[in-house]
């Protein structure tokens, strides 16, 4: 497009539209802090902060679709929807996935700093310039902590158990591994984009039903073999691939 050329009004509206769509990853923020900021929290608090970052993870992968279809580099060229975008995931699927984890509970009296590491783990991810391939893959692990929350929570998986696993993801983040990115193209992005569909609404279920004696166990643990097969077929391609350059 011609630098010079005019940019319809409603091309600008749809453009600052899809922005707004993004940005409201801020109020779910928003309405999670302040559900974690209640001194008194019980099994439906959680319950609900894990559907807002749902319908969170929904909007961030939608938003790209939008932004890719009304040309929003075009028609806003003054605002980084990017950058918008990485302040809200920084804060729903670091920031208050790891405040969740403390303020449910989930860890040993002392180990607090475990999430300080998975925190500086996962801004030194957000801020690398390759973190994202070419080819639609994200170096090392991609901070989703607000699933490693979740299923701390859900299982649960609480203590030294819950410590070493969130040490080993934060470790994870600077191993230059390959994990995929299910909205980028790609045959393997694809199949597990389509996979997600039947987890998502598993999730859903799960957080739709009543909690008053806890999660449904057998739905979150259908619910795992997904992450399961996503985190297995990263270490495999991974190593495939480390094996076929040392060939």
């Not at 990485?86 to 180990?111: K, S």
């Not at 801020?127 to 994200?138: E, H, P, R, S, Y």
């Amino acid at each position: 497009m011609n630098p010079t050329s005019a940019v319809s009004p409603a091309r600008k509206c749809l453009g600052w539209a899809v922005h707004a769509y993004t940005a409201s990853g801020l109020i779910l923020a928003a309405w999670i802090a302040a559900l974690l900021l209640q001194p008194d929290r019980t099994a439906d608090t959680y319950r609900m902060c894990f559907l807002l970052m749902l319908v969170a993870v929904v909007v961030d992968a939608t938003d790209g679709t939008l932004a890719r279809a009304v040309r929003i580099r075009e028609a806003v060229p003054g605002f980084d929807g990017r950058r918008l975008d990485d302040l809200v995931d920084f804060l729903l699927y670091t920031c208050l996935p790891l405040v969740l984890i403390d303020r449910a509970g989930l860890l040993p009296e002392g180990y607090r700093a475990v999430l300080v590491a998975a925190l500086v783990a996962s801004a030194y991810g957000f801020c690398q310039a390759d973190i994202k391939t070419v080819d639609g893959a994200f170096l090392g692990f991609p901070s989703y902590w607000n699933i490693v929350a979740f299923y701390l929570y859900a299982l649960p998986v609480t203590g030294t158990w819950a410590v070493a696993l969130i040490a080993v993801l934060a470790a994870l983040t600077f191993v230059p591994s390959r994990y995929a990115y299910p909205t980028q193209p790609g045959l393997g992005n694809r199949v597990l984009l389509a996979l997600s569909v039947p987890w998502a609404l598993l999730l859903l279920a799960v957080l739709a039903s009543d909690w008053g004696d806890g999660p449904p166990r057998v739905l979150v643990g259908a619910s795992l073999l997904y992450p399961a097969l996503y985190l297995g077929s990263a270490w495999v391609l991974s190593l495939r691939r480390g094996t076929a350059r040392t060939s």
